[in-house]
């Protein structure tokens, strides 16, 4: 399970990893907070179309369809409200700046509910998500971490109310898609490629963070699948600039450079060895000694 804050996340963060996933025949599930109602139109050739001006919710919950198709995977919403964006949002700062009954303002308990109803039908053994900062700090995906981590809590407690059968999640992933050292391979591959980088400019303004290192724990090689990512994310037409600099970068270089969709284990109940190269490591060996245990009962 993947859960994300708005149409188009899913697509631009995991999605080469899922595709792969989906077809090594593992089911995946998609789940999308808020409807991304109040994004903006970051395609110079759209802002001004018609369709999209009267109905930006409908034009993305369209594009959410097409992205999902093209991955394989299963979606649902959650159904909140999305909270737009505040630059440099915090939550003690500006949360009562966002609009009464967005998503961001909800209280966490109440938004949890409905995911850990989700947890408990689909029953993931791996859930991936953003970290306490939400990736970068937007309000609705710093709510999207708050609101997974207490549905998990609450999907594997036997005394919450949530619906179904209580379920035990027993890995939890935080994506970590931007890094120093994937930005420097792909603007020294880049370059060698006689193309010009558009990451100088990241890397520039690039400040350090000293647990980085730390927390890329996993990397899953997928790079075969970019493009199905980068078809997902055109499917986000109003989203993505399809002439932008991202698809100026040919997939082979990218491949190349690094070939990895990166994550940070955040938490498990499974023993696997550090650094992994699987969401999965240590789930199948789990699951059979729980079953011996049953067995032997």
């Not at 689909?122 to 900062?133: A, K, Q, S």
């Not at 303004?205 to 647990?211: A, M, N, R, T, Y």
Request: hydrophobic share 40%.
């Amino acid at each position: 399970m993947a859960v994300h804050a708005h149409p188009d996340d899913e697509s631009s963060k995991g999605a080469a990893s899922m595709v792969r996933y989906v077809k090594d025949g593992v089911q995946v599930l998609v789940v999308t907070c808020t409807g991304g109602e109040r994004g903006d139109v970051l395609n110079p050739k759209l802002v001004d179309d018609p369709e999209v001006l009267a109905d930006l919710a409908g034009v993305r919950r369209r594009e959410m369809e097409r992205a999902r198709e093209i991955l394989g995977v299963q979606q649902q919403w959650l159904g909140f409200e999305d909270s737009g964006y505040v630059e440099d949002f915090t939550v003690e700062g500006h949360l009562h700046q966002l609009p009464d009954g967005c998503f961001a303002r909800q209280p966490v308990e109440v938004a949890a509910r409905p995911l850990a109803d989700l947890i408990r039908s689909f029953r993931p053994h791996v859930v991936t998500t953003y970290d306490e900062n939400g990736g970068y700090p937007h309000p609705d995906h710093i709510m999207t971490h708050l609101v997974t981590m207490a549905a998990i809590e609450a999907a594997g407690d036997e005394t919450s109310d949530a619906n179904g059968e209580p379920w035990q999640v027993l890995k939890v992933y935080y994506h970590l898609s931007f890094h120093r050292e994937r930005l420097q391979a792909l603007h020294e591959a880049t370059l060698a490629a006689g193309l010009e980088s558009p990451f100088g400019r990241w890397l520039d303004e690039w400040v350090d963070d000293p647990d980085d290192v730390q927390r890329l724990t996993t990397r899953v090689q997928c790079g075969e699948y970019f493009g199905v990512r980068d078809d997902a994310l055109r499917a986000h037409a109003t989203q993505i600039d399809d002439e932008g600099w991202w698809f100026g970068v040919p997939l082979e270089v990218q491949a190349g450079a690094w070939p990895t969709e990166d994550y940070q284990l955040a938490r498990s109940k499974v023993r696997s060895q550090l650094p992994e190269d699987d969401l999965f490591a240590g789930v199948p060996e789990h699951l059979a000694a729980a079953s011996a245990r049953r067995e032997g009962q």
